[in-house]
């Protein structure tokens, strides 16, 4: 791996890494634009000050963005970048089920 792509990794993984920014993300994995109120809701026990500085981030990070998606329904909806790194996170899903099965094995 080439140090221009250790520092891009760096880049990203510090962006999300910030408080909440991939729970904002995972909310809008659906596809389904989100106000923010909705959007608040989904991640949960975020503040409405953590939760705008995450969207400036993530905004401007070119990861979502906030107009009508493609559905044309009004508020915050993940950009097709924000998509592809959903759509790379997806094994996520089956590795967390993994995990906590083996977490709560190992509490027994």
């Known amino acids: 791996m080439s140090s221009k792509d250790n520092a891009a990794i ?49 905004r401007s990070a070119s990861l979502m963005d906030h107009g009508k998606d493609d559905k044309g329904t009004v508020g915050y909806f993940v950009t097709p970048l924000g998509a592809d790194l959903l759509k790379r996170m997806g094994d996520l899903s089956a590795f967390s089920s993994k995990w906590a099965s083996s977490q709560s094995k190992k509490a027994a």
């Open 10 to 58: 760096g880049q990203l993984l510090s962006l999300l890494e910030s408080r909440y920014a991939i729970r904002v993300l995972w909310a809008l994995k659906d596809g389904h634009a989100q106000t923010f109120r909705l959007l608040q809701d989904s991640v949960g026990l975020i503040t409405p000050n953590t939760l705008n500085t995450r969207i400036k981030e993530l």
